[in-house]
Every structure is written in structure tokens, then in C-alpha cells.
């Protein structure tokens, strides 16, 4: 390989290692008031990610309002006004039907247009005349938020994503979830439970102790209420020969009440607060605040609020000024109050810890402590019922309640992205929490039976992340139906109906091979429950085998027949059709045939409907995306245009100012500075009238015409500022240069190196330089300060150039190595003796000789 192409490979491996990765990664905790991103991104510390407004959280609120989209604190400052254009506490409706009473309580709460989406039987909301949006989309318009919030703080384009999700949360919430991710441009890694992104966040900033050790995470957000128990540990795992100790965490029991939360304090505080305004101003009003959208959105607002401060404070005072009908609203409100109007919510605060720790047979002794996450946990009233249960001592109020889960979940990210290597790697064993089954008619002879079989495939706390294997004992395509068992407690129970086709045919290609077999085929499915929660069937073949020539010898001698535990007759379905194996030990994809069986398998082709809640169709994504493109480009239009009226407002704050500098007297006529001050004052004026809604280019075009003003009159101030240095640049460089032209002429050893030519040439662009700059001084002298400039910066330094460079080339010239001229040898002299004696007879070299001649 020549040094050339040597070369050309190295430049362009450097080039490679120079490209820009993109590997940052984010995460999303998504809740029913409020949403956090976090982000980790090589050479940046995991940290939140701040919105626009610098604050560490987000409202999970959405105005849409002339086809813009507004999101956090101005779209709660619309909710007012706008209330049927604001979205919010959409997480609560997440895949659920038209008829279900969360649905129900949605609509009576809140006044935004839902209509039945008849296509999925689900609510949607008609935004307006032309617009029906899904609670994805809406979903979507959030995700997308959060996605520029970590790019803008990334500095980069960011796409991978861990987003939390509830553990209790089925299947259809999980896939909404996912499409809305989908939506926003998103590519999931992975959902994550909240609790569990807590617990591997309170991980990683704690070591590990030999002993393991119980802790109970209780969530209590704004829409529900979770209890997590967790172990922690270090476990042995093997890596190739090597056994090494590592720390897990896995997930024993889980409690919930899935309507328990902060937001429903609020709300029966914004009843108390309507009904206090009533009481007080009920002969002055018309009608009954209630029926009022835009007073009642106003008054949630403020319970939130007053909830806040009652949680450190007995009493405070809700205060809110034109609330209905032109009238102000002030009412004092005590923390005993709140407690009296929520007993019923705070008697069932225990509850999710009592049957997470049912759910792990354990007990409070067993539980080291109790770790407090989530807004609701601040209530005074929900913490006194956790001390009773635990006691005090085991309360833990050592995990920032806002931001683990948010946290966690980016580290999880990052452990997920091959673009880190992460110095502690935490194992974590999660699990669902509703038992799933399997459900289907056996066949015996090719006849299906009457009654269905139903098979439970990853039972009620399994693990997930895992693969199952079903074995059928089928002749002909089927179907089967997955569905939650009886007790999930879900919120639905059908999740799929999955029909097994190609095996028909199968059969009949390969009639053959079965008749010739001793073996009889079989049906083998696969089913996987991912670490996002999610049941999906990847994988079913057919399955032939026959015996070796060695197996059959073993056989007839009465040798154990290998594949006996496949071999099963067509006798009580449950236990003979189906054999479940955990893929960690046997899977599809891993499991090797014995030697002795010679397998073929024909991959079957696997249709899968989902039977719930019905999600959104590629049809629906595709105009929810082509929607979301449109918005985006005027989302990109509307930035352009805040852009440009920004800058031409800062310009006319920032040239009014610069127009009373004192040098702008001196270079600028009074009569020139005070027609721009007018034209600055009416441009101001305009911004803040007619300019209020102008488009971009109008925009653009008055900041160039103020800046065609503004350059002549900056281009003076600053040659003013700059004259002198520029002359004594000047003078200093010219001083130099004579200096070291006197300096070589004076040392006859260093004038050997520079000819008498090139240090004339370096004098001769001195003088040259110098008289230009004399010319420069008597014109300049001769103009008025008012008028352009002809001593410029950009000339002046033009010119030092000249000057710098031919010194420069002078003083980096190197002296020439002394060279030696090695000693003539003499010429032989015609004598007896032999050359062996002359070489003897020789002085030998001594070393300084040798180093001279070197």
C-alpha cells in the first residue's frame, strides 16, 4: 500500500471521528398537570432540560388558537378567555371509550367540544367547522414541546426518548402513548413505570450495601396515586467466563388507586371557592357562576394555588378580580376546610400501600423506608395517614419529588443507547401487573372443539421483557384471542385476536415429509411482553422433524426417545395442545434441535387485530402528520416573524441610545442625528400599532432602511474612536522593523544570514507605509469630522500587513547548519608493505573526530 493512499486513509478516518454525532437522549415524564424532560448528552451532566420560560417543568396544557399551537403558562393564561380552545388533563381520557365514566367526568368538567369518534368508539374533540383532533394528536402537539425544549438545550436535533407511564396502564394507553410519540417525531426506547424511573434514579446516586434492602416509592400525582416496593441488590452475572457483581433493582409488589390524586383536591376546592362566591354575592348576580366556563376554568386555577399554600400554611385567602359579571372575589380558606371537603380521598391514602406490600407478602417490619414522590404527597392531612401506617422514622423525604422520575428515565435512556458506555450499569426487573391469556378452541383430527381453553401466559405480577413459546398441535390455519384475566382490574379485557395463517398449506406442501416422519408436527408462537409493557406476537412456524439414523436404532433397542415430551396424544387440550416455556431459558429464536432430531421450520404468516380500544389507523397518523406538518410550518413562520420584530425593536431601543454617545456629536450633524431620531420614534410607534400583526418582510425591510442610516454613522464613530491606535499601529510597526534591521547590521555573524538586499527590502516597505500614513494624517486634518473618514482601519491594517510579513519572513529565518568538510584521504603510498599492515599501523579515530565527520 503506497504512503499516499496510507495517507488518504487516515484523513478520512479523522474526518469520521470529527463528524458531529447525534447521541444525546431524552426522556419525558408525562403527567396529568404538568410534564418534565430530562436530558443526558455526552460531555453534558443528566439534568433537566429548562423550557422557554427557564422553568423545570411545563403545564401539560395546549391552547389552539388561529392555527397556532401555545403551550404551558400562556396557554393557562388563555384558559380564561379561551377555554374551549385549551386542552389540558388530557392524560386522564388516554384510551378510554366514549361511555367510560372518566370520559363522562371529563366532559362535565371541562367545556372543550368532545364528540364520538364512531370509527374507534373513543372521544375526539371538533376544534372547529374542519378539525377533529384525537387525544394523540393533542398528545402529539405536547411531545413536541418537550422534543425542542432538549434540542434547544442539546444544541442539537434530539429523537430517542424514555417517556413514563403509569404501571397500571394497559395496553391501548401504552400504544396511545406510543402513536402520539410517533406523531411528534419521536423514536421510543422505551416506556418506563414512573415509579421504577424513581427507583433507578434514588440507584444511581446511592451505593448498594451487601444486604438488600425494601423501599416503597408512593406516588401520589395529580391524577392517581401508586405504591412501588423495590429491592435493592447486588447480583452475580456472568459475562463470558468472567462472573462479576452488579446492582438490581426489581420491582416485588405495586399498589394504585388509579383516581386518587391532586387533582381531585382541586377540583372540590373549586367547587367550595364557587360556592363561597355565591354565598357571598348572591343578590348581586344573575346567574350561578357555575354555568359560567371562563369564571369556573379561572376559579381551578386558584384552588391550585390556594391547595399549594395550605399545604405549608392553616389558612390563606383566594383572591381573584373580575371574576363573574364584573364583580372581584375574595374569600378566606383554612387548611381544615380542605381536609373537611377531601376525607373521603384521604381515608383511601393508605390503600396502594397496603396491597403493594399483599401483592409481595410482605409487612411494614420488612419495608426499610417509605419514599415520598409527586405533588399530592405535600398535603399535610395524605402524609399524617402515611405516618400512621409506617411510622415516622421510615418516611424518606431524600428524592427530589419532582424530578427523579424524569431522571431516571434519561439514564435509563442512556443505558438503552449504544451511544454510552455508562460506569455503573443497574439491572432492573420490572413487572405488569394484570395477568394475561390466552384463549382458544383446541382441534383434535382436524375438528375444533366446543368449548375455548383458557391459558394464562404471563401471569399477574410476571416479569416483563420476556418471550413465551405456545406449542399447538395444529393441522390447519386458527385463531386465538389474547384478553387480560378475569381479576386485572385493567379498565378492559380484550387486547387482540390473532389469526395463525399458511398453515394449511403447509400441511399440505410438506404431506410427504409428515407421513415419512416419526415425529408430528407442530405449531410453535411466540409471544413477547417488551420492557414497554406491550403484548405482541413476533414469530409462529411450523415445525417438522424426523429422527437420525442413530435415533432410530436407539429407539428400537428401547432407548429414551428423545423428543418424547413433544410427542403427545390428542387427549385433554389444556394439558396436551400447549406447552408454555420462558424465553430465558428456551426461545423461538434461541433454541437449538438436539442432534438426534433433523428440524424444519416454515414460518408461518401472523395477522394481528387488536380487539379493545382501537388505535389510531395509518390513515388517521397520516393526516394527523400532514396536520402537524402544516402547523409546523407556521410554527416556523410565526418564530421568523417574532424574530425579525424583535430585532428591529431592539434596534430602535439600542440605536435611540447610541445616538447620545458624545463621538456621534462630534461625527454625525446635528441636523443628520435628530431626522433619524424622528424616524426611530415613528417606527417605534408603528411597531406598537399598525406593526402589531405585520408579516416578517415588512419587518425586515424598515430594520435595512434604519440600518442604511445607522452603518455611515457607526462607520465614522468607530474610525473616530480607532484613528489614533491606527496611527501608532503605524509607527510601532515601523520602529520595529528599523530596529531589527539595526540590530542584523550590527552583529557581523547574523549579517552573513540576511543579504544587505532583503533587509532594503524590508526599509523600503517601512518608508513606503510611513509616508502613505504622513499622506493619510494632512487629509484627514482637512476634512470635517462629519464627512467619511480616510483613515480606515481595514486600510491601515492592509497596509501594516505588508510591512509584518516581509519582518516576519526575516525573522523566522533559520541560520544554516555548519557545514564540516570531511578529511581527504591520502593517496597510498607504493610501498612493501601490505594493506593489512598499513590499517594496523594507523592512529585510530578518536570519538570527537568520529562526531565531527558524522
Known sequence: MTLRWLCFIYTVALLCMMAPVHAAVMSIDYGTDWFKVGLIKPGMPLDVALNKDSKRKTQSVVTI????????????????RFPHLTYSN????????????????????????MVLDSTRNMPAFLHNETQQLSIEELIAYQFQNAKQQASATAGEKVKDVVITVTPFANQYERQSILDAAELAGLNVLSLMHDETAVALNFAVNREIGKTAEN?????????????????FSNVETKEGKKTRTAPQLEVRGVGFDRTLGGHELDVRLQTLLADGFMKINKASVKGDIKSSDSAMTRLLKEANRVKQILSANTETTASIENLHEGLDFKLKVTRAELENICKDLIARVRSPIEDALKAANMTVDDIDSVVLVGGGVRVPSVQGQLVDLVGAQKIAKNVNADEAAVLGAAFRGASL?????????????????????????????????????HTTLFEKFGTIGTRKIMTFNRVSDFEFELAYGKDANAGMDDIAKVKISGLTEAMKKHKDDIKASEIPPKVRVTFELSNSGMISVPEATLQLGKLTFKEKVKSFFGGKDGNAEEKKTEGDAKQNETATEDAKTKTAATEEPKESVSITKVPLVIEYTPTGIIPLSEKDKAIAKQRINELDIMDNKKKLREESRNALETFVYRVQDFLYNDVVEIVAAEQEVEKFRELLSEISEW?????????????TSKLKELQSIENPIQHRVREYNQRQNNIDHVSTTAKLARDFVNSIRAKEEDARYHTEEELEGLMDATEKVEKWMAEQVEAQKKLAETEDPVIVTSKVAEKVKAVEEHLMKLLSKKKPKKVVQPKKEEEPVETNETQEEIVKDSEPKTEEHQHDEL
Open 90 to 113: 388530557l392524560k386522564s381520557i388516554v384510551a378510554k371509550r366514549f361511555d367510560d365514566p372518566l370520559t363522562e367526568e371529563f366532559r362535565h368538567r371541562y367545556v372543550n367540544n
Open 215 to 231: 423501599h416503597i416509592f408512593y406516588d401520589m400525582g395529580a391524577g392517581s396515586t401508586v405504591a412501588s416496593i423495590v429491592t
Open 65 to 80: 388558537r388561529h392555527d397556532e399551537r401555545i403551550y404551558g403558562s400562556d396557554a393557562i393564561s388563555l384558559a380564561g
Open 417 to 453: 443507547s449504544n451511544q454510552f458506555r455508562l460506569s455503573k450499569q443497574i439491572s432492573i426487573k420490572d413487572v405488569t401487573l394484570f395477568p394475561i391469556q390466552v384463549a382458544y378452541t383446541p382441534e383434535n383430527k382436524g375438528k375444533e372443539a366446543k368449548a375455548a381453553v
Open 687 to 699: 411597531i406598537y400599532d399598525e406593526g402589531e400583526h405585520a408579516d416578517t418582510h415588512v419587518y
